[in-house]
């Protein structure tokens, strides 16, 4: 079976620091990989998707960016985190050619930037 | 552009009555449509989907109900019960299947009192 990994569940950064957040999945080969942003009282906010290594698209621009060294690995990142990247942090995977539950979601991250 | 509208943000239901969650759309693209649940703290799950070509979906107590004409998709949960309390996402995608980006709505909170 499948199983997608976070970590780690909660962090908390001054302003101006670095960031890396890891995700992994097993179980499965060659997914698509996303990553989304849940702000306080809002959606889920789409900010990075991978169709395969280092194949990376952004969807807003902003302070962050992602990487994915390996098939299965897919890193958000940033070099100076500022006061609004705070927020709840998921990574997706979903299979090529869609499944009826569409995407599977991590357990997510929560940062918070002070 | 907020492609898919959840234009309550709470919703509050006595236990064993009828829960209606409301999803709006605007790109006549999407053509497959899902809900999530969320729990504080953690990843979105897997509810129940429908595809363009159908109007309804059942599975247990949970029913959506597509209407295609309006741009418009609703939850339908009966009975509720209070662990069905959450946050409840819905999610459009276009090509005919779950495959690809999804577009989520901001979502709307339920709480289902005893």
């Known amino acids: 079976s499948q199983t997608i990994h976070q970590w780690p569940a909660t962090l908390v950064q001054p302003v101006g620091s670095p960031l890396s957040l890891e995700c992994t999945v097993e179980?499965?080969?060659?997914?698509?990989l996303y990553w989304y942003r849940q702000a306080a009282g809002r959606g889920l906010q789409l900010l990075f998707y991978?169709?395969?290594?280092?194949?990376i698209s952004s969807e807003v621009p902003q302070n962050l960016s992602a990487s994915r060294p390996q098939d299965r690995q897919f890193i958000l990142s940033s070099k100076k985190l500022l006061l609004s990247d705070s927020g709840f942090y998921l990574c997706?995977?979903?299979?090529?050619?869609?499944?009826?539950?569409?995407?599977?979601f991590g357990p997510g991250t929560r940062l918070t930037v002070l | 552009d907020q492609q898919v509208k959840q234009n309550s943000p709470s919703l509050s239901v006595q236990e064993g009555r009828i829960s209606i969650l409301n999803c709006d759309y605007t790109?006549?693209?999407?053509?497959?449509f899902l809900w999530y649940k969320k729990y504080p703290a953690e990843g979105p799950t897997f509810l129940i989907s429908?595809?363009?070509?159908?109007d309804k979906n059942e599975d247990g107590r949970f029913t959506v109900f597509l209407n295609k004409s309006a741009k418009h998709l609703s939850l339908h949960i009966v009975p509720s019960q209070p662990g069905d309390s959450a946050v409840y996402f819905c999610?459009?995608?276009?090509?005919?299947?779950?495959?690809?980006?999804?577009?989520f709505g901001q979502g709307t909170i339920l709480t289902v009192h005893p």
């Open positions: 790109n006549s693209m999407f053509d497959y």
């Open positions: 991978s169709i395969g290594i280092d194949q």
């Open positions: 997706a995977w979903s299979v090529g050619g869609g499944a009826r539950e569409g995407q599977f």
């Open positions: 429908i595809s363009s070509i159908k």
């Open positions: 179980g499965t080969s060659n997914p698509n």
């Open positions: 999610a459009a995608v276009a090509g005919g299947t779950s495959y690809g980006k999804l577009t």
